[in-house]
């Protein structure tokens, strides 16, 4: 799981900002709280009380935060829902509807 997660984009933007912010990356403390935030963003998402902490913690707004991450989230889980039957039949559906199947 650690290495899926160390190979994002939005780890190594929060790695750099959290290096800008003056945190010690490789305090091992540290380097763990990177890696839950990088998870938790790639796969649910932030809530938006997270997000105005670890923004203000790191010295960004919320929206460029959120703006790190949501592209790739919405790359890694759209893949994943279409494996559900009904959802790859209304994707088809859709696609259909736009003239792009």
């Not at 997000?51 to 919405?74: F, K, P, Q």
């Given at each position: 799981?650690?290495n ?32 839950m ?9 932030l ?55």
């Amino acid at each position: 799981m650690a290495n899926e997660t160390t190979n994002t984009a939005f780890y190594r933007w929060l790695l750099t900002q959290c290096r800008r912010a003056g945190y010690d990356i490789d305090a091992l403390e540290t380097h763990t709280e990177i890696i839950m935030i990088t998870s938790v963003a790639l796969s649910e998402g932030l809530t938006p009380e997270t997000t105005g902490h670890i923004a203000d913690a790191l010295g960004v707004t919320s929206r460029e935060l959120t703006r790190a991450y949501l592209g790739e989230m919405r790359r890694k889980t759209i893949p994943e829902l279409l494996t559900h039957p009904d959802l790859a039949a209304l994707d088809t559906h859709l696609n259909e509807i736009a003239g792009t199947a």
